[in-house]
């Protein structure tokens, strides 16, 4: 596509419910990132794929969070237990490059916004 | 370790003046640098980068900023604000050769007054 699309837009979950976020990065782009924005905040890193190899996972925050991307395009978010922390916006980017420095930046998706309550 | 520090969570202009959103980075190695705008409920748009050529970048929207290695900033400027520059701003780093994640300040909100 055009764009990095994420989906859904917004997520309201219950204390304790698990969620799954969707991110669909522009088409050939071998680089996928996810990013945890809290109210107020910068973006912080959480894990970053190159195809479906998930090289780096060292931001997610607990064993609670986990992240796939099966066939090295559209990837998936999860949340078990969510937690009341656990509210902010999800940000999926992607970039062409898939190693060495991403000097490019990142193509953002608009994000998913999870509240939890 | 790497860090951004964004000096003024808000700052507000008059439409037509001096646009200047500050950035300072700790890092033992000159990193690369950029700056990205959040409109309300969007992702965020690449602004500009610097990655070691020119000190002096420009980027879209009539934006530009300038590495200062001496003073570690990466201050983001535009001589005349416009109402459609309101919005949030967020510098990050990205150290070469060192790892694919960016680092993110807090960010700038800017609010242009009529």
């Known amino acids: 596509g055009a764009g990095v699309s994420q989906s859904p837009r917004y997520k309201v979950a219950k204390r304790g419910q698990d969620v799954a976020l969707r991110c669909d990065p522009i088409s050939g782009h071998v680089s996928l990132f996810w990013y945890q924005q809290a109210l107020g905040q910068g973006p912080e890193f959480l894990t970053y794929?190159?195809?479906?190899?998930?090289?780096?996972k060292s931001g997610l925050p607990s064993d609670r969070f986990f992240a796939e991307r099966p066939e090295g395009s559209v990837s998936t978010l999860k949340i078990q237990r969510t937690q009341q922390e656990d509210s902010a916006v999800y940000l999926c980017?992607?970039?062409?490059?898939?190693?060495?420095?991403?000097?490019?930046?990142?193509?953002f998706g608009s994000g998913t916004r999870l509240t939890v309550v | 370790a790497q860090s951004v520090t964004q000096l003024g969570s808000h700052v507000s202009v008059s439409e037509g003046a001096l646009v200047l959103l500050r950035c300072n980075y700790s890092s033992s190695v000159p990193p690369y640098l950029f700056w990205y705008v959040q409109y309300p409920n969007q992702g965020l748009q690449l602004l500009l980068k610097y990655t070691s050529a020119a000190t002096l970048v420009k980027g879209i929207n009539g934006f530009e900023a300038e590495f200062k290695k001496s003073e570690t900033s990466f201050h983001l400027t535009k001589p005349s604000a416009h109402m459609s520059d309101a919005a949030e701003y967020f510098c990050a780093v990205s150290p070469p050769n060192t790892g694919n994640q960016f680092y993110f300040g807090t960010g700038t909100s800017l609010t242009v007054i009529p």
């Open positions: 794929f190159q195809n479906e190899a998930q090289l780096d």
């Open positions: 980017a992607s970039s062409q490059v898939g190693t060495g420095f991403f000097e490019d930046g990142y193509t």
